[in-house]
């Protein structure tokens, strides 16, 4: 069966403070892999999504970034945080080609506080 | 105007009631639709997927208008683990990528 990590759980970082989330994914090849964040009380916001290593594509432009260096590794990263980037960080998987019915499978998330 | 609306709730039901969700899309070529459960500060789950002609699994039904391009969720005998807020969720039907809209929520709490 597939699983999805994610670390850490919880962050706490000053603003201007570099930042680097990581997800792996087991028990599947070749995902679509997406990052979103959840701000306190607010809907899901997809940030990125790879379609394979390398591929990256940004929703939202803002002080994020992310890579793929292998096929079922996913970083977000940033080079200075800033207050807004507050959130709860989320990272899914599904399966590529995009069928009728793609659904999107979870970490856990890491909650990240930057104060 | 957002993808996907849902009625933010609070909804507040007792135990052994029946309750239902209701949720609208706007892009008229989705082709794919799923209720998520997300627990508080947990991440989102697939509750279930929601077929042309509409599908039950246990106490939830999940039924889709591709007329009026709502669906909804029905949960009858409600029980105190039900209490989570429910995702709408409606896909991009355009996109290989395989990209998913996620309503904001609706917020369920059933009480003793």
């Known amino acids: 069966s597939q699983t999805i990590h994610q670390w850490p759980a919880t962050l706490v970082q000053p603003v201007g403070s570099p930042l680097s989330l990581e997800c792996t994914v087991e028990g599947t090849s070749n995902p679509n892999l997406y990052w979103y964040r959840q701000a306190a009380g607010r809907g899901l916001q997809l940030l990125f999504y790879?379609?394979?290593?390398?591929?990256i594509s940004s929703e939202v432009p803002q002080n994020l970034s992310a890579s793929r260096p292998q096929d079922r590794q996913f970083i977000l990263s940033s080079k200075k945080l800033l207050l807004s980037d507050s959130g709860f960080y989320l990272c899914?998987?599904?399966?590529?080609?995009?069928?009728?019915?793609?659904?999107?499978?979870f970490g856990p998330g890491t909650r990240l506080t930057v104060l | 105007r957002k993808e996907v609306e849902q009625d933010p709730g609070p909804f507040n039901v007792p135990e052994g009631a029946t309750v239902a969700f209701n949720c609208t899309y706007s892009n008229s070529a989705s082709q794919s639709f799923f209720w998520y459960r997300q627990d508080c500060r947990k991440e989102p789950k697939l509750l279930m997927s929601?077929?042309?002609s509409g599908n039950e699994d246990g106490r939830f039904t999940a039924q889709l208008n591709r007329a009026s391009q709502y669906i909804s969720l029905l949960i009858r005998d409600s029980k105190l683990s039900d209490s989570a807020t429910y995702l709408c969720?409606?896909?991009?039907?355009?996109?290989?990528?395989?990209?998913?809209?996620f309503g904001r929520g609706t917020q369920l709490t059933v009480w003793p």
């Open positions: 790879s379609v394979g290593i390398g591929q």
């Open positions: 899914a998987w599904s399966t590529r080609g995009g069928g009728t019915y793609n659904e999107q499978f």
């Open positions: 929601v077929y042309s």
């Open positions: 969720v409606v896909n991009d039907r355009g996109s290989t990528l395989g990209r998913l809209y």
